[in-house]
């Protein structure tokens, strides 16, 4: 029986030691998630960067972003920078970002975003930050501005400008664009001036293409052309190459020396930027931070070629509705028509 049993026990033994070596040479997985309290704990934030996928001089935000980021830099004492890093390109441009010291990263798009995993962030030296909806459930700070209220005054001011009666949105296929088509549609009618909203393509995001809509939405006898994309100038360029072609900008001033563009909003990227670096300084956990017209950090503005061209009880009309926005009377996706929808 001796020998049986010593044979079991080196058996056994044997079987131990080579379980004990596979566990050891099991590849170890991605490393937890540090704890709540030690991820979001207060940092010093010293160097901020923003991430952008093109150049800001191609972009209708570009301007506001600049002077943005140079009054975080005046009035935080921060490093500010930015670099252009193509969509699919982040995670190596993250890591040189944090190997420069940076502490704050700045996402320009949230196309960004489906490049990180949820593990990701909570590896990461520096704090992420997106500016943009964030559909992904990766834990950042994004931040959602709101276009529809100013988009809502663009369709009053379109329908009070409108000599054809027919005007129209360009505008990409993404959900905050969609809203603020109906916003603007909403605007029109509530004129009560009989304004057809024409329906037009749902543009991706190329300048030439806006271009080339617009025009197609010209000869198709609109006069006011409502410019949702980033090329706010190619809308402007189509309309000074015909006389009484008017535009308005929902999304972000240009610079317009033909006197086309009437009406534009206005983001503060430095309020934005000062919130982000707050809260990155603070520790606070990733949320969605909500900018408009009613909460703060949207404006509007008339240039002075639209105050000329508008009539007085026009201009009243105006300066109503961005009133009752601003203290909640007027719900600019829900609001009551005084004519019945006419797209066409």
Sequence with gaps: MRP???????AL????????EQQQRKPAGPPSA??????????QVDKVILFTPRPLDEMSIGPAVREGLDRLADTAGVSTSMREVAVGALQPAIADAIGDGHDLIVLLTPDYLPELQVGDVARFAARIACIG????????????????????????????????????????????????????????RSAGLAVQVLDSPRLPA????????????????????????????SAIDAAAERPGILVLNGWQASADSTGRLVASARVDMGRIFQQLLARARAGDPPDKLRFSLREGGVAFDLTPSGRSRLKPDAVERLDKAVADIR???????????TQPATNE
Aim: one cysteine or more; aromatic letters at 4%; a positive charge.
């Design 4 to 10: 049986l049993r010593l044979a079991l026990i080196l």
């Design 13 to 20: 033994a044997t079987l131990s030691g080579g379980c004990r």
């Design 34 to 43: 540090a704890p709540a309290s030690r991820r979001y704990a207060p940092r």
């Design 133 to 188: 909806p964030n559909y992904t459930g990766v834990p950042v700070d994004s931040v959602h501005i709101r276009l529809d209220e100013p988009s809502y005054l663009c369709g009053l001011i379109a329908a009070h400008l409108s000599e054809t009666r027919r005007v129209v949105p360009l505008a990409m296929n993404t959900p905050d664009d969609m809203q603020a088509v109906t916003a603007f549609a909403n605007g029109a």
């Design 206 to 233: 190329l300048p030439n293409v806006v271009r080339r809509i617009a025009d197609e939405q010209i000869r198709a006898g609109a006069d006011v052309l409502f410019n949702l994309t980033p090329w706010p100038q």
């Design 327 to 337: 203290s909640g009377v007027l719900d600019v996706q829900r609001v009551a028509t």
